[in-house]
C-alpha cells in the first residue's frame, strides 16, 4: 500500500508519541528528567569534574547512583569521560555540546523552582492541612 505524504507524517508523529512506552522521545525524557541527571548536569555546568568532585557536589548521590548516572548521560552523548593514565587513573566528565544545550532547559527548571518554591510550599501545607482534617 503506498501512503500520502499526509499518511506518512501522521505514522511518524504517531511513532513519536511520547505517550507510547517505546517511543525514542519518551525514553530519552524519562532518562533526563532524573533528579541525578539534573543535579549532575548543574554541577558539571562549570566545566569538567573528577569522579571524586561531583560526588562532593552533589549531595545524596550514592557512587553506585552517581557512576550509573553519567553512563547514562554518557550513552546518550550528553557526558563524555576522559581518563588520563595516571597512578591513580584520573577520570574526568564534563558536558558535551549536547549536554550544553539541554543544560540551558535545566536551567531555566531550576530557575523555575527557586522563583516558585515558596508558593509550592505554601500550596503543600495547605493541602495537608486540608486532607488530614478530611475537608479535601
Do not use: F
Amino acid at each position: 500500500m503506498t501512503l500520502t505524504a499526509d499518511q506518512k507524517r501522521r505514522r511518524a508523529q504517531q511513532d513519536y508519541n511520547g505517550g507510547l512506552g517505546l517511543c525514542p522521545a519518551r525514553q530519552l525524557l524519562e532518562t533526563i528528567s532524573s533528579k541525578w541527571v539534573t543535579l549532575v548536569m548543574l554541577a558539571l555546568a562549570g566545566g569538567p569534574l573528577r569522579h571524586s568532585e561531583l560526588h562532593r557536589q552533589v549531595a545524596g548521590a550514592s557512587q553506585k547512583m552517581l557512576t550509573s548516572t553519567l553512563r547514562s548521560l554518557e550513552r546518550d552523548g550528553l557526558v563524555s569521560r576522559t581518563v588520563t593514565p595516571s597512578v591513580p587513573v584520573r577520570t574526568d566528565y564534563e558536558l558535551t555540546p549536547v549536554g550544553h544545550s539541554l543544560l540551558a532547559v535545566v536551567d531555566r527548571l531550576k530557575g523555575w523552582a527557586e522563583d516558585n518554591m515558596d508558593d509550592v510550599a505554601h500550596a503543600r501545607v495547605v493541602y495537608d492541612r486540608d486532607n488530614l482534617t478530611g475537608a479535601g
